[in-house]
């Protein structure tokens, strides 16, 4: 299994970030994969996850407007644009790869976990 995140950073308020989840063919290609994140002290949240074919996205409130989800056309990379950002989404960001084809919130559907990538808004 081979799932990479990288793209993080200490940026300022307003700023964007753009994070990257490189995965393995056989880890990814036919899966949903999303990002979730965990704050300091907080219990780890979902942020936004895409289906294999890159059409169907389902994101946490939090972000809607401000965060786009995308694969690449071999699915094996998802990238997820962040602006606009606050010093709340200051966390360890972490790629994940669903057990089905679809986008999914939850961590029990989870069959894969990425390392995670530090992302530090300063206000």
């Known amino acids: 299994v081979q799932l990479q995140a990288s793209g993080g950073g200490t940026v300022q308020a307003g700023d964007s970030l753009r994070l990257s989840c490189a995965a393995s063919k056989r880890t990814a290609s036919n899966n949903g994969v999303g990002w979730f994140r965990q704050a300091p002290g907080k219990e780890r949240e979902f942020i936004a996850a895409i289906g294999w074919r890159g059409s169907d996205t389902i994101y946490a409130d939090s972000v809607k407007g401000r965060f786009t989800i995308s694969r690449d056309y071999g699915g094996n990379t998802v990238y997820l644009q962040m602006n606009n950002l606050k010093s709340e989404d200051t966390a360890v960001y972490y790629c994940?790869?669903?057990?089905?084809?679809?986008?999914?919130?939850?961590?029990?559907?989870?069959?894969?976990w990425g390392q995670g990538t530090q992302v530090t808004v300063s206000s």
């Open positions: 994940a790869v669903s057990r089905s084809s679809a986008p999914t919130s939850r961590a029990e559907y989870i069959r894969y």
